[in-house]
């Protein structure tokens, strides 16, 4: 209890400061120049120099050859910049190339073609996603210490350790991806999952196991004082050097809207105007938070996120710990716990000040409620309608346990009052168009999909993905809670491998329920045998004699 209060307090306190504000990134002006012959006030070069110089670069020339009659326009840009866009002709709307040239060196600076014009996320800048924890001084050790207390030197080859290794492997793909090499970070994400996927599947339709201890390097109080630790650093790095993404941004713009009543689908600023393609879910978990620290109507340090995405994470990890000591006591409570604030892409998520993690928190609530299904329909339905994946759960959690009909009671419910704040803050048309049909229609690089094109091999994966999580409703299958956890991460993980879109804040959907599978799917050591006493040896009946 004693430990149980201090952890509680270090929550708090920590808490009460991210709730003060932290840093932001912002986008910066572009300025169309008056005349392109006279440098700007501030200015050395003139809008012509610069495009001259941006046309010497072998890139834009390639570019260029390949669409005849592309044109350009230059824009003074902050930090004593140009940017010097070209566009295809055919298409004026489509940017194929964009350089930026010093105006103090006259030197490019960068110089960006193809799926890296319109992705500046692409283009690998420097803290752009979580700061700090991007460096290597963060990223390996707590790799390092995810790791560490659940490695069994006496059996190498246990597949945890495989389990272990691939859920850390997606840090090589972030690390690719920081070096905006984006045709490697991208395929080798989806091997790791499909991995994932497999072992899920195998844990949870699996009928009979042998039983495997939950071995761990160090004591559980060692890793509860680690945990302790952890939280503390997590909580004051996202204070000291963490950044609010656009996803955040549009929690705190759309909680905005709702305090005031105002329309939500179809009424984002310029800044963000793409903000409003989430479930109301989203936006309702940001009020609190931006009520209490109220939006002042720009991309600022956007005090609100911040505390909203450590609420978030503490929800994912006391969820976890909860879950864990209603299965097997404080020993897998602690360990859980320690997994989730350990392994450095819910670091990532927390410093990217984003909503994925609330996603994360409302299915590892339906795990919890797995007894009780009209709470399983109420945190299924509020997961799907803060990001649509989780809705394929539905099937899964309506068959858990009996109670079927209970479930959809609380699924159709909670859908409903959803779909109530739908109409009055926007409407079905504009939310539909902005949410579902917007993903729909998106481009993106970061899903092998987008990256090469391969349309027909989506749809069959995504068709895939349908059938899995209707399936599993079906198949013969664990009915426990481990059971339950390794299939809601595998349909989660199926769903994540068909969308036009991914990106690494998407793994906090299916962590913990993986976690949960992993480690709770290890039996407690069987006990010693009880040694005999005299007394005992002394009651038992003399052995028959055979005579001849």
Known sequence: MALAARIAAVMAAALALTLAG?????????????????????????????????????KVIR??????????NVFEKSDSRWQVSYYDRSTPAKEIAQVYVSDDTGRVTEAWTGFQVAWTMARGYSGAFGRKVNSPWVWIPLTLLFVAPFVDPRRPLRMRHLDLLVLSAFGVSVAFFNDARIGISVPLAYPLMACLLGRMLWIGLRRSRRPDPLRLMVPAS?????????????????????????????????????????????NFPFDNPHGDTYGPVSYAAYVPFEQAMPWSGTWDDLPAAHGAAVAFDLLCLALMFLIGWRLRGPTLAIALGYACAAYPFTLYAMNCNVN????????????????MPVRRGIFVALAGMAKFAPL?????????????????????????????VIALYGGPHAFFDRTLSFQAQRDS??????????????????????????????LPRRRDVVGLSALSAAVLIAVELGVDHWFYLYLVWFFGATMIALLGDEEPAPAAPRAWTIDELARLPAPAVAWR
């Open 22 to 58: 932290a840093g932001s990134a912002r986008g910066d002006d572009l300025v169309r120049p008056k005349r392109l012959d006279v440098a700007p006030e501030g200015y050395r070069m003139t809008g012509n120099q610069a495009t001259a110089v941006a046309d010497r670069v072998p």
């Open 222 to 266: 060692w890793l509860a004082v680690a945990l302790v630790f952890l939280m503390g650093f997590r909580i004051g790095l996202n204070v000291a050097d963490s950044n609010v993404i656009d996803v955040g941004y549009a929690g705190v713009i759309g909680a905005d809207r709702l305090a005031d009543g105002e329309r939500l689908w179809g």
């Open 356 to 371: 994925d993690a609330l996603v994360g928190g409302l299915v590892l609530g339906a795990i919890a409620a797995a007894a």
């Open 392 to 420: 394929g759960l539905a099937p899964l959690m309506a068959t858990h346990t009996r109670g079927a009909r209970r479930f959809t009671l609380g699924l159709g419910c909670t859908l409903a009052a959803c779909f109530a």
């Open 445 to 474: 690089p970061f899903s092998i999909w987008g990256l090469y094109g391969w349309n027909a091999a989506q749809a069959v994966v995504q068709v895939g993905a349908v059938a899995l999580a209707v399936a599993v409703a079906f």
């Open 63 to 72: 570019v260029r050859r390949t669409h005849p009659g592309s044109f350009s």
